[in-house]
Protein backbone atom coordinates (compact mmCIF):
# COMPACT_ATOMS: atom_id res chain seq x y z
CA UNK A 1 0.00 0.00 0.00
CA UNK A 2 1.30 3.56 -0.92
CA UNK A 3 2.18 5.92 2.02
CA UNK A 4 0.04 8.91 2.43
CA UNK A 5 -0.70 11.68 3.68
CA UNK A 6 -3.05 14.34 2.91
CA UNK A 7 -0.43 17.20 2.30
CA UNK A 8 0.38 19.62 -0.54
CA UNK A 9 0.75 22.31 -3.24
CA UNK A 10 -1.89 23.16 -5.06
CA UNK A 11 -1.13 23.79 -8.99
CA UNK A 12 -3.60 25.41 -11.02
CA UNK A 13 -2.68 23.86 -14.43
CA UNK A 14 -3.88 22.89 -17.91
CA UNK A 15 -1.12 21.40 -19.35
CA UNK A 16 0.45 18.48 -17.19
CA UNK A 17 4.61 18.59 -17.31
CA UNK A 18 7.22 17.15 -14.91
CA UNK A 19 9.87 19.28 -13.73
CA UNK A 20 13.40 16.80 -13.84
CA UNK A 21 15.19 19.01 -12.84
CA UNK A 22 15.16 22.26 -10.57
CA UNK A 23 16.95 26.07 -11.38
CA UNK A 24 18.63 26.47 -7.90
CA UNK A 25 19.05 29.92 -7.68
CA UNK A 26 15.68 32.56 -8.59
CA UNK A 27 13.56 34.90 -7.06
CA UNK A 28 9.99 35.68 -6.78
CA UNK A 29 10.13 38.13 -9.74
CA UNK A 30 11.35 35.44 -12.42
CA UNK A 31 7.33 34.40 -12.06
CA UNK A 32 4.98 35.56 -14.79
CA UNK A 33 2.62 37.50 -13.65
CA UNK A 34 -0.38 36.66 -12.20
CA UNK A 35 1.38 33.44 -10.44
CA UNK A 36 0.46 33.41 -6.74
CA UNK A 37 1.99 31.50 -3.78
CA UNK A 38 0.54 31.19 -0.69
CA UNK A 39 0.34 28.39 1.86
CA UNK A 40 -3.02 26.84 3.23
CA UNK A 41 -5.17 25.03 6.17
CA UNK A 42 -8.05 23.16 6.44
CA UNK A 43 -11.44 23.13 8.51
CA UNK A 44 -11.13 20.76 10.61
CA UNK A 45 -7.27 20.37 11.20
CA UNK A 46 -6.96 24.44 12.18
CA UNK A 47 -9.85 25.55 13.71
CA UNK A 48 -11.16 24.18 16.72
CA UNK A 49 -14.32 25.25 18.37
CA UNK A 50 -15.76 21.61 17.47
CA UNK A 51 -18.68 22.22 19.52
CA UNK A 52 -19.10 26.12 19.64
CA UNK A 53 -22.04 27.93 17.91
CA UNK A 54 -23.54 26.01 16.88
CA UNK A 55 -21.64 23.16 14.11
CA UNK A 56 -22.31 19.88 14.30
CA UNK A 57 -20.09 16.76 13.52
CA UNK A 58 -18.44 15.98 10.66
CA UNK A 59 -17.08 12.10 9.46
CA UNK A 60 -13.64 13.51 10.82
CA UNK A 61 -15.13 14.50 14.55
CA UNK A 62 -16.51 10.64 14.96
CA UNK A 63 -13.09 9.42 13.72
CA UNK A 64 -10.79 11.46 15.30
CA UNK A 65 -12.98 10.40 18.69
CA UNK A 66 -12.49 6.44 18.16
CA UNK A 67 -9.90 4.05 18.93
CA UNK A 68 -8.09 4.69 15.59
CA UNK A 69 -7.23 8.10 15.67
CA UNK A 70 -4.05 10.07 16.77
CA UNK A 71 -5.49 13.23 18.89
CA UNK A 72 -8.58 15.12 17.68
CA UNK A 73 -9.31 18.56 16.13
CA UNK A 74 -11.56 19.70 18.98
CA UNK A 75 -9.09 22.64 19.87
CA UNK A 76 -6.73 22.14 16.94
CA UNK A 77 -4.95 25.89 16.45
CA UNK A 78 -8.13 27.53 18.03
CA UNK A 79 -8.02 29.13 14.63
CA UNK A 80 -11.78 29.62 15.19
CA UNK A 81 -10.70 32.40 17.86
CA UNK A 82 -7.09 33.47 16.72
CA UNK A 83 -7.65 33.75 12.94
CA UNK A 84 -6.89 37.77 13.48
CA UNK A 85 -3.35 37.04 14.54
CA UNK A 86 -2.91 34.81 12.05
CA UNK A 87 -3.90 36.34 9.17
CA UNK A 88 -1.16 39.34 10.71
CA UNK A 89 1.70 36.37 10.17
CA UNK A 90 0.35 35.42 7.02
CA UNK A 91 1.42 39.14 6.27
CA UNK A 92 4.63 39.17 8.43
CA UNK A 93 5.31 36.30 5.96
CA UNK A 94 4.50 37.88 2.61
CA UNK A 95 1.54 35.38 1.50
CA UNK A 96 -0.06 36.23 -1.46
CA UNK A 97 -3.33 33.49 -1.64
CA UNK A 98 -4.48 31.71 1.18
CA UNK A 99 -6.43 28.33 1.00
CA UNK A 100 -8.69 27.41 3.44
CA UNK A 101 -11.89 25.21 3.56
CA UNK A 102 -15.66 25.61 5.19
CA UNK A 103 -16.68 23.59 7.57
CA UNK A 104 -19.84 22.68 5.97
CA UNK A 105 -21.20 21.21 9.11
CA UNK A 106 -20.39 24.74 11.13
CA UNK A 107 -21.99 26.73 8.07
CA UNK A 108 -25.52 24.46 7.55
CA UNK A 109 -25.21 22.14 11.20
CA UNK A 110 -26.39 18.74 9.89
CA UNK A 111 -25.57 19.27 6.05
CA UNK A 112 -29.21 20.45 5.14
CA UNK A 113 -31.47 22.96 6.08
CA UNK A 114 -31.09 26.39 7.62
CA UNK A 115 -27.50 28.87 7.72
CA UNK A 116 -26.35 28.90 10.82
CA UNK A 117 -25.72 32.90 11.55
CA UNK A 118 -22.80 32.12 13.67
CA UNK A 119 -21.06 30.19 10.87
CA UNK A 120 -21.46 32.37 8.29
CA UNK A 121 -19.96 35.16 10.67
CA UNK A 122 -16.93 33.33 11.20
CA UNK A 123 -16.02 33.12 7.46
CA UNK A 124 -17.18 36.33 6.42
CA UNK A 125 -15.08 37.66 9.28
CA UNK A 126 -11.88 35.44 8.09
CA UNK A 127 -12.48 36.31 4.25
CA UNK A 128 -12.95 40.28 5.52
CA UNK A 129 -9.83 39.66 7.57
CA UNK A 130 -7.85 38.19 4.23
CA UNK A 131 -8.92 40.54 2.20
CA UNK A 132 -8.12 43.39 3.98
CA UNK A 133 -4.96 42.59 4.37
CA UNK A 134 -4.54 42.00 0.48
CA UNK A 135 -4.52 38.08 0.89
CA UNK A 136 -6.82 36.55 -1.86
CA UNK A 137 -8.94 33.46 -0.31
CA UNK A 138 -9.21 30.61 -1.87
CA UNK A 139 -12.07 28.40 -0.92
CA UNK A 140 -12.17 24.49 -0.39
CA UNK A 141 -16.00 23.68 -0.11
CA UNK A 142 -15.14 20.22 1.38
CA UNK A 143 -11.48 18.84 2.51
CA UNK A 144 -13.06 15.23 3.74
CA UNK A 145 -15.10 16.33 6.46
CA UNK A 146 -18.91 15.27 5.52
CA UNK A 147 -21.57 16.31 7.93
CA UNK A 148 -22.12 13.27 9.98
CA UNK A 149 -25.58 13.60 9.98
CA UNK A 150 -25.70 12.86 5.83
CA UNK A 151 -23.46 9.85 6.69
CA UNK A 152 -25.77 8.43 9.18
CA UNK A 153 -28.99 9.49 7.11
CA UNK A 154 -28.00 8.26 3.46
CA UNK A 155 -24.20 6.96 4.09
CA UNK A 156 -22.83 10.26 2.50
CA UNK A 157 -20.71 10.09 -1.24
CA UNK A 158 -22.74 6.66 -1.21
CA UNK A 159 -25.98 8.02 -2.02
CA UNK A 160 -26.61 10.41 -4.98
CA UNK A 161 -29.03 12.25 -2.60
CA UNK A 162 -25.70 13.94 -1.26
CA UNK A 163 -25.68 15.89 -4.88
CA UNK A 164 -28.70 17.75 -4.22
CA UNK A 165 -26.97 18.75 -0.31
CA UNK A 166 -23.68 19.54 -1.82
CA UNK A 167 -25.22 22.03 -4.04
CA UNK A 168 -27.37 23.47 -2.19
CA UNK A 169 -24.43 24.30 0.48
CA UNK A 170 -22.26 25.22 -2.12
CA UNK A 171 -25.45 28.07 -3.55
CA UNK A 172 -24.99 29.30 0.30
CA UNK A 173 -21.38 29.57 -0.16
CA UNK A 174 -21.31 31.27 -3.52
CA UNK A 175 -24.30 33.82 -2.55
CA UNK A 176 -22.86 34.21 0.58
CA UNK A 177 -18.94 34.83 0.24
CA UNK A 178 -18.64 34.76 -3.78
CA UNK A 179 -18.47 38.62 -4.24
CA UNK A 180 -14.96 37.80 -2.63
CA UNK A 181 -13.87 34.80 -3.57
CA UNK A 182 -12.20 34.02 -7.35
CA UNK A 183 -11.18 30.54 -6.74
CA UNK A 184 -13.54 27.83 -5.70
CA UNK A 185 -12.59 24.49 -5.46
CA UNK A 186 -14.98 21.99 -4.40
CA UNK A 187 -13.36 18.53 -3.38
CA UNK A 188 -10.34 18.44 -1.76
CA UNK A 189 -7.86 15.16 -2.52
CA UNK A 190 -10.99 13.14 -4.37
CA UNK A 191 -8.96 10.30 -5.22
CA UNK A 192 -6.99 9.73 -2.52
CA UNK A 193 -10.41 10.45 -0.21
CA UNK A 194 -12.26 7.71 -1.47
CA UNK A 195 -9.41 5.32 -1.57
CA UNK A 196 -8.39 5.93 2.08
CA UNK A 197 -12.05 6.08 3.12
CA UNK A 198 -13.76 3.35 0.84
CA UNK A 199 -11.09 0.93 -0.06
CA UNK A 200 -8.53 1.16 2.72
CA UNK A 201 -10.87 2.38 5.81
CA UNK A 202 -7.42 4.55 6.83
CA UNK A 203 -9.89 7.39 7.08
CA UNK A 204 -13.42 8.04 7.65
CA UNK A 205 -16.09 6.91 7.08
CA UNK A 206 -13.67 3.97 7.66
CA UNK A 207 -15.54 1.14 5.10
CA UNK A 208 -13.75 -1.56 3.60
CA UNK A 209 -13.97 -5.67 2.87
CA UNK A 210 -11.85 -8.00 3.58
CA UNK A 211 -8.94 -8.17 2.77
CA UNK A 212 -8.83 -4.85 1.68
CA UNK A 213 -9.03 -2.59 4.85
CA UNK A 214 -5.86 -2.15 7.13
CA UNK A 215 -9.04 -2.62 9.94
CA UNK A 216 -10.81 -5.84 10.42
CA UNK A 217 -13.70 -4.67 8.17
CA UNK A 218 -17.65 -4.50 9.57
CA UNK A 219 -19.26 -2.12 6.60
CA UNK A 220 -18.42 -1.40 3.54
CA UNK A 221 -17.32 -3.09 0.43
CA UNK A 222 -13.71 -2.16 -1.20
CA UNK A 223 -14.39 -3.74 -4.47
CA UNK A 224 -17.29 -1.37 -5.55
CA UNK A 225 -17.87 1.36 -2.69
CA UNK A 226 -14.74 3.65 -3.64
CA UNK A 227 -15.98 3.92 -7.50
CA UNK A 228 -19.61 4.70 -6.57
CA UNK A 229 -18.21 7.21 -4.02
CA UNK A 230 -16.18 8.63 -6.63
CA UNK A 231 -19.06 8.59 -9.58
CA UNK A 232 -21.35 10.44 -6.95
CA UNK A 233 -18.15 13.41 -5.93
CA UNK A 234 -18.01 13.90 -9.95
CA UNK A 235 -21.55 14.21 -9.91
CA UNK A 236 -21.96 16.39 -7.51
CA UNK A 237 -18.80 18.39 -8.42
CA UNK A 238 -20.63 18.70 -11.79
CA UNK A 239 -23.87 20.09 -10.23
CA UNK A 240 -21.52 22.41 -8.13
CA UNK A 241 -20.13 24.33 -11.09
CA UNK A 242 -22.81 24.43 -13.21
CA UNK A 243 -24.58 26.24 -10.47
CA UNK A 244 -21.40 28.69 -10.70
CA UNK A 245 -20.93 29.17 -14.26
CA UNK A 246 -25.15 29.63 -14.73
CA UNK A 247 -26.18 31.77 -11.50
CA UNK A 248 -22.57 33.28 -10.25
CA UNK A 249 -19.60 33.02 -12.67
CA UNK A 250 -20.75 36.17 -14.95
CA UNK A 251 -21.07 38.46 -12.06
CA UNK A 252 -18.29 37.19 -9.93
CA UNK A 253 -15.81 36.36 -12.34
CA UNK A 254 -14.06 33.50 -10.50
CA UNK A 255 -13.03 30.47 -11.28
CA UNK A 256 -13.87 26.46 -9.96
CA UNK A 257 -12.09 23.31 -10.05
CA UNK A 258 -11.88 20.18 -7.93
CA UNK A 259 -8.47 18.72 -6.33
CA UNK A 260 -6.52 15.63 -6.88
CA UNK A 261 -3.36 14.12 -5.47
CA UNK A 262 -0.70 13.27 -7.32
CA UNK A 263 2.07 10.93 -7.57
CA UNK A 264 4.90 11.16 -9.72
CA UNK A 265 4.75 7.68 -10.96
CA UNK A 266 8.14 6.18 -12.53
CA UNK A 267 8.33 2.47 -14.21
CA UNK A 268 10.37 0.34 -11.29
CA UNK A 269 12.63 -1.41 -15.09
CA UNK A 270 12.39 0.01 -18.52
CA UNK A 271 10.65 -3.28 -19.24
CA UNK A 272 7.60 -2.34 -21.77
CA UNK A 273 5.47 -3.93 -18.88
CA UNK A 274 6.45 -1.78 -16.24
CA UNK A 275 5.92 1.26 -18.92
CA UNK A 276 2.66 0.14 -19.44
CA UNK A 277 1.69 -0.43 -15.80
CA UNK A 278 2.66 3.16 -15.35
CA UNK A 279 0.60 4.57 -17.81
CA UNK A 280 -2.30 2.44 -16.23
CA UNK A 281 -1.86 3.84 -13.00
CA UNK A 282 -1.63 7.23 -13.99
CA UNK A 283 -5.25 6.09 -15.89
CA UNK A 284 -6.57 5.09 -12.30
CA UNK A 285 -5.20 7.44 -10.14
CA UNK A 286 -6.13 10.98 -12.29
CA UNK A 287 -7.33 9.43 -15.37
CA UNK A 288 -10.44 8.16 -12.72
CA UNK A 289 -11.69 12.05 -12.00
CA UNK A 290 -9.80 13.60 -14.93
CA UNK A 291 -10.75 12.06 -18.35
CA UNK A 292 -14.94 12.39 -17.19
CA UNK A 293 -13.53 16.08 -16.67
CA UNK A 294 -12.33 16.22 -20.01
CA UNK A 295 -14.16 13.61 -21.93
CA UNK A 296 -17.24 12.71 -20.53
CA UNK A 297 -16.15 8.78 -19.43
CA UNK A 298 -13.96 6.98 -17.49
CA UNK A 299 -10.69 5.56 -19.06
CA UNK A 300 -11.10 2.58 -20.62
CA UNK A 301 -9.07 0.33 -18.65
CA UNK A 302 -10.79 1.38 -15.94
CA UNK A 303 -14.01 0.12 -17.28
CA UNK A 304 -12.35 -2.98 -18.56
CA UNK A 305 -10.83 -4.20 -15.31
CA UNK A 306 -13.59 -2.81 -12.88
CA UNK A 307 -16.38 -3.75 -15.16
CA UNK A 308 -19.86 -3.66 -13.60
CA UNK A 309 -18.28 -2.73 -10.58
CA UNK A 310 -17.65 1.27 -11.95
CA UNK A 311 -20.94 2.79 -12.08
CA UNK A 312 -21.54 3.79 -15.95
CA UNK A 313 -22.23 7.97 -16.76
CA UNK A 314 -25.98 8.45 -18.28
CA UNK A 315 -25.58 10.67 -21.91
CA UNK A 316 -26.76 13.51 -19.67
CA UNK A 317 -24.30 12.91 -16.50
CA UNK A 318 -21.70 12.57 -18.83
CA UNK A 319 -22.25 16.24 -20.63
CA UNK A 320 -22.79 17.52 -17.49
CA UNK A 321 -19.51 15.88 -16.11
CA UNK A 322 -17.46 16.97 -19.49
CA UNK A 323 -15.59 20.19 -19.07
CA UNK A 324 -17.09 21.01 -15.60
CA UNK A 325 -14.14 22.74 -14.30
CA UNK A 326 -11.95 25.90 -14.83
CA UNK A 327 -8.50 24.63 -13.07
CA UNK A 328 -7.22 21.14 -11.79
CA UNK A 329 -5.85 21.73 -8.37
CA UNK A 330 -2.84 18.96 -7.74
CA UNK A 331 -1.65 18.21 -4.48
CA UNK A 332 1.51 16.42 -4.85
CA UNK A 333 4.68 15.12 -2.81
CA UNK A 334 5.86 11.55 -3.40
CA UNK A 335 7.66 10.18 -6.41
CA UNK A 336 6.52 5.91 -6.47
CA UNK A 337 7.89 3.56 -8.54
CA UNK A 338 5.55 1.04 -10.54
CA UNK A 339 5.83 -2.50 -11.37
CA UNK A 340 3.72 -4.40 -13.28
CA UNK A 341 1.54 -7.01 -11.36
CA UNK A 342 -0.73 -9.21 -13.44
CA UNK A 343 -1.55 -11.90 -10.77
CA UNK A 344 -3.81 -9.50 -8.99
CA UNK A 345 -6.67 -9.34 -11.95
CA UNK A 346 -6.46 -13.19 -11.19
CA UNK A 347 -8.24 -12.53 -8.40
CA UNK A 348 -12.37 -12.90 -8.26
CA UNK A 349 -12.04 -10.44 -5.19
CA UNK A 350 -10.52 -7.04 -6.33
CA UNK A 351 -10.37 -3.73 -4.77
CA UNK A 352 -9.10 -0.50 -6.98
CA UNK A 353 -5.45 -1.49 -6.33
CA UNK A 354 -5.71 -5.14 -8.06
CA UNK A 355 -7.78 -3.98 -10.54
CA UNK A 356 -5.01 -1.56 -11.52
CA UNK A 357 -2.48 -4.86 -11.53
CA UNK A 358 0.24 -2.30 -10.38
CA UNK A 359 2.84 -3.01 -7.46
CA UNK A 360 3.67 0.30 -5.71
CA UNK A 361 7.20 0.93 -4.86
CA UNK A 362 9.00 3.61 -2.61
CA UNK A 363 12.22 3.75 -3.10
CA UNK A 364 14.07 5.78 -0.71
CA UNK A 365 13.57 9.45 -0.62
CA UNK A 366 15.83 10.58 -3.72
CA UNK A 367 15.11 8.87 -7.10
CA UNK A 368 16.11 9.99 -10.03
CA UNK A 369 13.85 11.75 -11.33
CA UNK A 370 11.88 13.55 -8.80
CA UNK A 371 9.95 16.18 -8.63
CA UNK A 372 10.44 17.54 -5.14
CA UNK A 373 7.88 17.23 -2.61
CA UNK A 374 5.35 20.08 -2.16
CA UNK A 375 5.53 20.33 2.14
CA UNK A 376 7.36 18.31 4.12
CA UNK A 377 6.51 16.09 7.10
CA UNK A 378 8.88 15.83 10.31
CA UNK A 379 8.31 15.04 13.86
CA UNK A 380 6.21 17.54 15.28
CA UNK A 381 8.61 19.20 18.28
CA UNK A 382 10.19 22.32 19.16
CA UNK A 383 12.86 22.63 16.61
CA UNK A 384 12.39 25.78 14.66
CA UNK A 385 15.40 24.72 12.80
CA UNK A 386 13.73 22.66 9.80
CA UNK A 387 16.44 22.71 6.98
CA UNK A 388 15.50 20.17 5.04
CA UNK A 389 11.71 21.81 4.95
CA UNK A 390 13.86 24.86 3.39
CA UNK A 391 15.55 22.57 0.74
CA UNK A 392 12.30 20.85 0.20
CA UNK A 393 9.76 24.05 -0.73
CA UNK A 394 13.38 25.64 -2.26
CA UNK A 395 13.72 22.83 -4.85
CA UNK A 396 10.06 22.70 -5.26
CA UNK A 397 9.84 25.82 -6.65
CA UNK A 398 12.64 25.87 -8.63
CA UNK A 399 11.36 23.20 -10.31
CA UNK A 400 7.84 24.95 -11.17
CA UNK A 401 9.96 27.98 -12.36
CA UNK A 402 11.79 25.35 -14.24
CA UNK A 403 7.94 24.12 -15.91
CA UNK A 404 6.95 27.77 -16.15
CA UNK A 405 9.73 28.36 -18.47
CA UNK A 406 8.74 25.13 -20.41
CA UNK A 407 5.33 26.51 -21.15
CA UNK A 408 3.38 24.64 -18.60
CA UNK A 409 0.11 26.62 -17.38
CA UNK A 410 0.74 26.26 -13.36
CA UNK A 411 -0.68 29.29 -12.00
CA UNK A 412 0.21 29.22 -8.61
CA UNK A 413 1.81 27.35 -5.61
CA UNK A 414 0.78 26.77 -2.13
CA UNK A 415 2.60 24.98 0.54
CA UNK A 416 1.09 22.45 3.28
CA UNK A 417 0.92 23.63 5.99
CA UNK A 418 0.88 27.44 6.97
CA UNK A 419 0.91 26.11 10.74
CA UNK A 420 1.19 22.41 12.58
CA UNK A 421 -1.83 21.44 12.51
CA UNK A 422 -3.86 18.56 13.36
CA UNK A 423 -2.91 16.07 10.60
CA UNK A 424 -5.13 13.65 9.63
CA UNK A 425 -3.33 10.25 9.64
CA UNK A 426 -0.87 11.36 12.24
CA UNK A 427 -2.57 13.66 14.97
CA UNK A 428 -0.31 16.21 16.43
CA UNK A 429 3.00 13.97 16.11
CA UNK A 430 3.63 15.15 12.79
CA UNK A 431 4.13 18.43 11.44
CA UNK A 432 4.39 20.62 8.09
CA UNK A 433 3.73 24.23 8.86
CA UNK A 434 5.94 26.86 7.73
CA UNK A 435 4.78 28.18 11.99
CA UNK A 436 4.97 25.85 15.16
CA UNK A 437 2.57 25.73 17.56
CA UNK A 438 2.90 25.44 21.05
CA UNK A 439 0.26 22.77 22.58
CA UNK A 440 1.80 23.17 25.66
CA UNK A 441 1.24 26.92 25.65
CA UNK A 442 -2.52 27.78 26.92
CA UNK A 443 -2.32 30.52 23.88
CA UNK A 444 -1.08 27.70 21.46
CA UNK A 445 1.28 30.52 20.84
CA UNK A 446 2.93 29.96 17.35
CA UNK A 447 6.70 30.32 16.38
CA UNK A 448 8.23 30.61 12.78
CA UNK A 449 10.35 28.26 11.39
CA UNK A 450 13.24 28.95 8.98
CA UNK A 451 11.38 27.87 6.95
CA UNK A 452 8.67 30.82 7.30
CA UNK A 453 11.71 33.09 7.27
CA UNK A 454 13.04 31.85 3.92
CA UNK A 455 9.48 31.77 2.67
CA UNK A 456 8.70 35.51 3.64
CA UNK A 457 12.19 36.04 2.13
CA UNK A 458 11.64 34.53 -1.02
CA UNK A 459 7.93 36.30 -1.64
CA UNK A 460 9.44 39.48 -0.58
CA UNK A 461 11.83 39.88 -3.57
CA UNK A 462 15.10 38.30 -2.72
CA UNK A 463 17.24 36.05 -5.11
CA UNK A 464 17.33 33.07 -3.60
CA UNK A 465 19.52 29.97 -3.58
CA UNK A 466 20.19 27.37 -1.15
CA UNK A 467 23.26 29.34 0.43
CA UNK A 468 20.58 32.04 2.03
CA UNK A 469 19.05 29.55 4.25
CA UNK A 470 22.40 29.07 6.14
CA UNK A 471 22.31 32.59 6.15
CA UNK A 472 18.93 32.62 7.29
CA UNK A 473 19.53 29.89 9.56
CA UNK A 474 22.61 31.61 11.62
CA UNK A 475 20.30 35.08 11.63
CA UNK A 476 17.58 33.36 12.93
CA UNK A 477 19.86 31.44 15.50
CA UNK A 478 20.37 35.02 16.94
CA UNK A 479 16.69 35.63 16.73
CA UNK A 480 15.39 32.75 18.43
CA UNK A 481 17.81 33.38 21.68
CA UNK A 482 16.29 36.78 21.65
CA UNK A 483 12.43 35.77 20.84
CA UNK A 484 11.92 32.05 22.15
CA UNK A 485 13.26 29.98 25.19
CA UNK A 486 13.51 26.88 23.77
C1 LIG B 1 11.34 20.91 -20.78
O1 LIG B 1 10.93 20.42 -22.06
C2 LIG B 1 11.87 19.57 -22.66
C3 LIG B 1 11.42 19.26 -24.07
O2 LIG B 1 10.06 18.88 -24.07
C4 LIG B 1 12.04 18.30 -21.81
O3 LIG B 1 12.99 17.45 -22.36
C5 LIG B 1 12.48 18.73 -20.41
O4 LIG B 1 12.53 17.60 -19.57
C6 LIG B 1 11.53 19.75 -19.83
N1 LIG B 1 12.06 20.23 -18.58
C7 LIG B 1 11.31 20.45 -17.53
C8 LIG B 1 12.00 20.94 -16.33
O5 LIG B 1 10.11 20.25 -17.51
C1 LIG C 1 -8.70 -8.09 13.91
O1 LIG C 1 -9.28 -9.20 14.54
C2 LIG C 1 -8.34 -10.16 14.98
C3 LIG C 1 -9.08 -11.36 15.46
O2 LIG C 1 -10.17 -10.98 16.27
C4 LIG C 1 -7.46 -9.52 16.05
O3 LIG C 1 -6.50 -10.44 16.49
C5 LIG C 1 -6.77 -8.31 15.46
O4 LIG C 1 -6.02 -7.63 16.44
C6 LIG C 1 -7.76 -7.34 14.86
N1 LIG C 1 -7.03 -6.32 14.14
C7 LIG C 1 -7.33 -5.03 14.21
C8 LIG C 1 -6.49 -4.09 13.39
O5 LIG C 1 -8.25 -4.61 14.90
C1 LIG D 1 -19.18 -5.97 -3.29
O1 LIG D 1 -19.97 -5.55 -4.36
C2 LIG D 1 -19.86 -6.37 -5.52
C3 LIG D 1 -20.61 -5.69 -6.65
O2 LIG D 1 -21.85 -5.29 -6.23
C4 LIG D 1 -20.39 -7.76 -5.17
O3 LIG D 1 -20.27 -8.60 -6.29
C5 LIG D 1 -19.58 -8.32 -4.02
O4 LIG D 1 -20.09 -9.53 -3.60
C6 LIG D 1 -19.58 -7.35 -2.84
N1 LIG D 1 -18.61 -7.80 -1.86
C7 LIG D 1 -18.86 -7.82 -0.57
C8 LIG D 1 -17.73 -8.26 0.31
O5 LIG D 1 -19.93 -7.49 -0.12
C1 LIG E 1 15.82 3.27 -18.18
O1 LIG E 1 16.38 3.85 -19.33
C2 LIG E 1 16.92 5.16 -19.14
C3 LIG E 1 17.35 5.71 -20.48
O2 LIG E 1 17.96 4.73 -21.26
C4 LIG E 1 18.05 5.08 -18.13
O3 LIG E 1 18.55 6.37 -17.88
C5 LIG E 1 17.49 4.53 -16.82
O4 LIG E 1 18.52 4.36 -15.87
C6 LIG E 1 16.82 3.17 -17.06
N1 LIG E 1 16.15 2.81 -15.81
C7 LIG E 1 16.23 1.61 -15.29
C8 LIG E 1 15.51 1.41 -13.99
O5 LIG E 1 16.86 0.70 -15.79
C1 LIG F 1 12.63 17.07 16.06
O1 LIG F 1 12.27 16.69 14.73
C2 LIG F 1 13.35 16.69 13.82
C3 LIG F 1 12.80 16.41 12.44
O2 LIG F 1 12.05 15.25 12.39
C4 LIG F 1 14.39 15.65 14.28
O3 LIG F 1 15.49 15.65 13.39
C5 LIG F 1 14.86 16.04 15.67
O4 LIG F 1 15.74 15.07 16.17
C6 LIG F 1 13.67 16.17 16.65
N1 LIG F 1 14.15 16.72 17.91
C7 LIG F 1 13.70 16.33 19.11
C8 LIG F 1 14.23 17.08 20.28
O5 LIG F 1 12.90 15.40 19.23
C1 LIG G 1 20.30 23.66 11.93
O1 LIG G 1 20.32 22.41 11.23
C2 LIG G 1 21.41 22.29 10.34
C3 LIG G 1 21.24 21.01 9.51
O2 LIG G 1 20.47 20.07 10.17
C4 LIG G 1 22.71 22.29 11.14
O3 LIG G 1 23.80 22.20 10.28
C5 LIG G 1 22.77 23.62 11.93
O4 LIG G 1 23.89 23.62 12.78
C6 LIG G 1 21.54 23.84 12.78
N1 LIG G 1 21.58 25.20 13.33
C7 LIG G 1 21.22 25.48 14.57
C8 LIG G 1 21.28 26.95 14.95
O5 LIG G 1 20.87 24.64 15.38
C1 LIG H 1 20.63 38.28 7.83
O1 LIG H 1 20.73 39.46 8.64
C2 LIG H 1 21.51 40.47 8.05
C3 LIG H 1 21.67 41.58 9.09
O2 LIG H 1 20.40 41.90 9.62
C4 LIG H 1 20.80 40.96 6.78
O3 LIG H 1 21.57 41.96 6.13
C5 LIG H 1 20.69 39.79 5.82
O4 LIG H 1 19.97 40.18 4.66
C6 LIG H 1 19.97 38.63 6.50
N1 LIG H 1 20.02 37.48 5.63
C7 LIG H 1 18.96 36.93 5.10
C8 LIG H 1 19.19 35.77 4.18
O5 LIG H 1 17.82 37.28 5.36
Keep these: MPILSFSSLF ?12 ADKFSRNDFPPGFVFGSGISAYQYEGAAFQDGRTPSIWDTFAHSVYSHGNGDI ?15 LDTGLEAFRFSISWSRL ?18 FINELISHGIQPHVTLVHSDVPKALEDEYGGWLSRKIVKDFTAYADVCFREFGNRILHWTTVNEANVFVLCGYDWAMTPPQRCSAPFGIINCTKGNSSSEPYIAAHNI ?13 NYQGMQRGFIGINLFAYQFVPYTNATEDVIATQRAND ?57 KPSYLKMDNRDVIADMAVEFILQGDTPPDELPMSGQRTQRNTTLNDTSRVKYIHGFIGSLLDAVRNGSNVRGYFTWSFLDLFELLDGYESAYGLYYVDLDDKDLKRYPKLSAHWYASFLKGRSIGLDSATELERNMSTLSQSHFSQ
Aim: proline content about 5%; some cysteine; charged content about 20%.
Design 11 to 22: LLLLNLAAPVFS
Design 76 to 90: ACDGYHKYKDDVQLM
Design 108 to 125: IPNGRGPVNAKGLEYYNN
Design 234 to 246: LLAHASVARLYQK
Design 284 to 340: FWIGWFLKPLVYGDYPDIMKRNAGTRIPAFTKLESKQVKGSFDFLGLNHYYTLYIKD
